[in-house]
């Protein structure tokens, strides 16, 4: 186990077994900071697969089986879904329990909170690892998904300084490099660099296909296709709720984006050679000097 981490759980309460609630029940097992691990999912396959695969050593159909008597309770449901589900938690919360979500957004998120948990509140702290994968569900869960990637906390006021140290000792104990911000800085900064490429993808694909020799042309793609059509895979319901959830800040950088597509289109338009290279050129030079850590 990492010295950095807090003493094992007793108890942890996976609610959604999917691909980030599995994959953090198999890194926390692996960290060996768990004593028991939990699943809840409305899922008859989900249930299953978590205890076939080893995710979990129970699993539950009904919310409150999972949650009472846990010491850590992760919510990993779509963000349309946190509100219901904080609000279904809420009575079955244990006084000590910590809550932590792993949700994509966090404005929404908080505010769902704040309606569903009420004065459990203080039990929560808001979570977003960077990770995941194209393909979702539970037997996509791998124990190193969280390895060496970001993860975002969002402390609200009334999360003490030990409960964020706790959990920042969690997450640095399951591999991932922690940061804080502030959930609408967050909010800003994920809808320029991870939201708004979905939804290019997205509209990009949608394109394509309304042209009768898609397959066809398709069949020719290379690599390029490939790296840039690849989040286009992802999970639809996801990410329908992360582009809504998040819609005002992804209607911003979806207009800058239109902004620099229109000064390329014209520069084509135009046949203005030197103008296309350079704004080429500037795009390639941004793209050069990023040096990502952890992707």
Not at 252 to 265: C, E, G, I, V
Request: proline share 5%; aromatic share 6%; charged share 15%.
């Amino acid at each position: 186990m990492n010295p950095m981490a807090s003493d094992p759980f007793d108890r942890v309460a996976i609610v959604g077994c999917g691909l980030m609630g599995g994959s953090f029940a198999l890194a926390m097992r692996q960290a060996q900071l768990a004593h028991k691990v939990v699943g809840y999912s409305p899922s008859e396959r989900s249930r299953h697969l978590a205890l076939e695969l080893g995710v979990v050593d129970q699993a539950f159909d009904q919310l409150p089986l999972a949650i009472q008597g846990s010491d850590l309770v992760l919510v990993a449901v779509p963000v349309s879904h946190m509100r219901a589900t904080f609000a279904a938690i809420a009575p079955h919360l244990s006084d000590n329990a910590l809550v932590m979500d792993v949700g994509s957004t966090k404005s929404d998120v908080i505010e769902a909170a704040e309606q569903g948990l009420g004065h459990k509140l203080k039990q929560w702290l808001p979570c977003h690892p960077i990770a995941g994968k194209e393909k979702a569900g539970v037997d996509q869960a791998e124990a190193s998904l969280y390895q060496n990637r970001p993860l975002i906390l969002t402390p609200l006021g009334v999360n003490s300084p030990a409960q964020i140290k706790r959990a920042t000792a969690l997450w640095q104990a399951l591999g991932s490099r922690v940061h804080l911000m502030d959930p609408n800085a967050h909010d800003q900064a994920f809808a320029a660099v991870s939201h708004l490429p979905h939804l290019l993808a997205f509209a990009y694909l949608l394109g394509l296909m309304d042209q009768a020799d898609h397959l066809e042309w398709m069949d020719r793609a290379g690599p390029g296709f490939r790296d840039f059509s690849r989040i286009a895979a992802s999970d639809p319901v996801i990410w329908r709720d992360i582009l809504l959830a998040n819609a005002e800040h992804v209607l911003t950088q979806s207009q800058h984006f239109s902004a620099a597509l229109d000064t390329l289109s014209q520069a084509i338009r135009s046949g203005d050679a030197q103008a296309l290279q350079s704004l080429i050129q500037r795009a390639s030079e941004q793209r050069a000097q990023w040096h990502p850590e952890g992707f």
